[in-house]
């Protein structure tokens, strides 16, 4: 038989609702913390590291969950993998038939939180910053990727063991040998020996074909599963083809990012915008990329939720409205010129600083930088698992002038989860270029007209139109569109001879008969420019499993309860709703709270199952789900029910007709369970 008792509240209430985690962090800086703060809600996240006296009365109760220092991490990664599965978080695609690496399925609690993730970034990002969303088709016409370059150039470097044939992704198996090598136990390895492996594993994501092909050389790397020797590393394309149409005469791909459909896109946001920069364009949607041995589960998968933003900005002004609200936090930051001397401990200069004494390359990337921190921790990521390692210039694509990862600690190592990038103007240069159209923005003087001295391309359009007939038209067209730079560069051509211009797919002969070149003094009001871009990009299947990840604990009287503290707002169910007995005796109570709490979009899940309350709230508990109502015999005689916490496993009782309030402001973090515990009194609820 389930009983209830209720006790009086307490003045001073414990603290349960936000349990706190240890760590024993070191660093070379004095402001590295040295513990880590409660795991307190994130809706207000401190953006400067942690202090080292924080919460020094850590209790036995106390959720143990991953420590950190610049050494170690520790979870129980097994025990969160079957907790997915078996509460069908994430399970692999097409199981039945043998699955198929790197392809997942999220089951219903995995969408939860996965379409709750995307409400949130939507909510901090497209509509706290008023952005432009999109959303494009997943195939991509080859033209377009010809462009922006990823038909040429998104490869990674594959090995092959050379008896088996097994496909192994260079890197990653270089990294793998060094961490064996290091973390050996009978390692015999040098001082020397092990800050030169060190260095190497710091940096092989930057390396080449070349210097990938000397080190696995070099350090004797064999297959990890066979102990086979393995080729020479050797490029292999990423992304996954098929021809558009019946006929296959267009070919496409399933886009490797959603960017370029932005990008192809920017003339109609600009209209859209007023004609007027700056602007961001947003777009959440599926990415496709052919690994060559997927592991990490969704760490590493073919197909991948993303959400990409592209901040569209003169070159010349690189600067963010919002930038002075954030300038005076401090992130972890591990800039390039440590990590070539193998210092990763992060380093915590403000903003303001880091842009003024150029580490972070602008306010508007430093700008996004901040907000993605903020975003980490609203997602529940401590802010001591979370760096920002700053691209090293031979890893850095050419065309970028600065690149920083959002890194968080997990079990595998630090993971790359966002990626700051200022692009520049490549991608519109180079769609440009192959699409022909002018994708550049205007903006006026802002100190009035100016006189400035300008050449024109005159064609000559009868000698054109006999030379050129039906297609003089085009080639006048062409010229009379010409920009600046591409004028002085053909009138100098065509003052040596004669000289060939491209226009589509086809070649045409100008000489000084079919074009002249005239300099003038022009009124100009304002500039024609190709706008600079600065993206975030954000890999939600990542994030979902870093927040599973720091999220889950095990309760210290008994190992075998899995809890995942997930954030209220991520949380796929918000709330439980028990009847004490399955007779059926509380059904119109149950009922009636049902309907109040879906009318209120607090979704909540009624278990009727007749199992102990205890196994109840076991269930829950590995589901994430952050609070669960009791209905009980008192709920009958008062209408009270008795509202837990997750964390704390604390229960107060609660008129039942103040619980969409209480929870709205619990789910929202505007109150505290503490608070609560303040205000009702205490209950607890038992099978006898």
């Given at each position: ?20 985690t240890?760590?024993a ?34 209790t ?53 939180v ?8 939507r ?39 050379v ?7 260079a ?111 947003a ?46 936090m ?55 698992h979370?760096?920002?390692r ?5 890893e ?22 966002v ?20 994708l ?34 085009a080639?006048c ?8 730079a ?14 060939q ?27 024609t ?16 499993y ?22 209220p707002?991520?949380?796929?169910t918000?709330?439980?709703?028990f ?49 669960a ?59 006898s």
């Amino acid at each position: 038989m389930a009983t209830t008792t209720t006790a009086p509240c307490a003045a001073t209430p414990a603290t349960t609702a936000a349990p706190a985690t240890t760590a024993a962090a070191s660093s070379a800086t004095p402001a590295t913390p040295a513990t880590a703060t409660p795991a307190a809600s994130p809706a207000t996240p401190t953006p400067t590291p942690t202090s080292a006296a924080a919460d020094a009365t850590t209790t036995a109760t106390t959720r143990k969950r991953a420590t950190y220092n610049k050494d170690r991490y520790d979870v129980d990664r097994s025990a969160l993998e079957q907790l997915m599965r078996r509460r069908f978080f994430v399970s692999q695609a097409f199981e039945i038939y043998g699955g198929v690496g790197g392809l997942y399925d999220f089951g219903p609690a995995g969408c939860g939180v996965k379409a709750n993730l995307v409400a949130l970034w939507r909510n901090h990002f497209v509509l706290h910053d008023s952005m432009l969303e999109v959303d494009c088709t997943n195939l991509t016409p080859k033209p377009v990727l010809d462009a922006s370059g990823h038909t040429a150039k998104f490869s990674d470097y594959m090995v092959r063991d050379v008896k088996t044939g097994t496909c192994l992704r260079a890197d990653h198996l270089l990294k793998s040998h060094i961490s064996g090598l290091l973390n050996a136990t009978d390692s015999k390895l040098t001082p020397e020996k092990r800050s030169e492996l060190s260095l190497i594993l710091a940096q092989v994501d930057n390396y080449g074909q070349e210097e990938l092909k000397g080190f696995i050389r070099q350090l004797e790397v064999k297959a990890p599963e066979t102990g086979n020797d393995v080729t020479d590393p050797a490029p292999f394309n990423l992304m996954f083809g098929t021809p558009i149409g019946p006929g296959g005469e267009l070919q496409g791909f399933l886009r490797p990012e959603t960017a370029q459909g932005i990008f192809v896109n920017f003339k109609k946001l600009l209209e859209f915008n007023g004609g007027k920069l700056p602007f961001a364009a947003a777009q959440v949607g599926i990415g496709f990329r052919n690994e060559i041995s997927p592991r990490s589960g969704l760490l590493r998968a073919r197909e991948f939720p993303l959400a990409e933003i592209e901040y569209f900005v003169n070159p010349s002004n690189k600067t963010h409205s919002g930038f002075a609200g954030v300038k005076a936090m401090a992130l972890p930051l591990c800039p390039g010129v440590r990590q070539l001397k193998d210092l990763m401990e992060p380093v915590f200069p403000t903003l303001a600083e880091a842009v003024t004494e150029h580490v972070i390359g602008n306010e508007a990337l430093a700008y996004f930088m901040a907000r993605t921190f903020l975003f980490l921790t609203k997602c529940g990521i401590p802010a001591e698992h979370i760096r920002f390692r700053q691209h090293l210039k031979c890893e850095m694509a050419h065309y970028a002038a600065d690149c920083w990862d959002a890194e968080v600690r997990t079990s595998y190592g630090w993971m790359e989860v966002v990626g700051h990038a200022d692009r520049t103007c490549f991608d519109l240069t180079q769609h440009i270029e192959h699409s022909h159209q002018q994708l550049t923005a205007y903006e006026p003087f802002k100190d009035g007209v100016k006189i400035v001295p300008r050449t024109v391309a005159t064609p000559n359009k009868k000698a054109m139109g006999m030379k050129f007939r039906a297609e003089s038209q085009a080639v006048c067209a062409h010229l009379e569109a010409l920009p600046q730079a591409e004028v002085l560069a053909l009138k100098g051509a065509i003052a040596a001879g004669p000289t060939q211009v491209t226009i589509g797919s086809k070649s045409y002969t100008l000489d000084k008969d079919l074009v002249q070149f005239k300099d003038i003094q022009e009124k100009v009001t304002g500039e024609t420019f190709v706008p600079h871009v600065i993206e975030p990009a954000f890999g939600l299947g990542r994030i979902i499993y870093c927040t599973l990840e720091h999220a889950f604990w095990t309760r210290p009287e008994d190992k075998d309860r899995g809890v995942l503290s997930l954030p209220p707002i991520l949380a796929p169910t918000k709330v439980s709703l028990f009847p004490l007995l399955s007779t059926g005796i509380f059904s119109d109570i149950i009922n009636v709270i049902s309907e109040a709490l879906t009318e209120a979009n607090i979704p909540c899940k009624v278990d009727e199952t007749g199992q102990s309350i205890g196994k109840r709230y076991a269930r829950t508990d590995e589901l994430g789900i952050p609070f669960a109502i009791t209905v009980d015999h008192t709920s009958l005689a008062d209408q009270t029910v008795t509202l837990r916490d997750r964390d704390s496993c604390a229960q107060i009782r609660v008129p039942a007709a103040k619980l969409v309030e209480l929870l709205q402001g619990l789910i929202s973090h505007k109150i505290t369970f503490q608070v609560l515990q303040a205000t009702y009194p205490a209950a607890t609820v038992k099978d006898s």
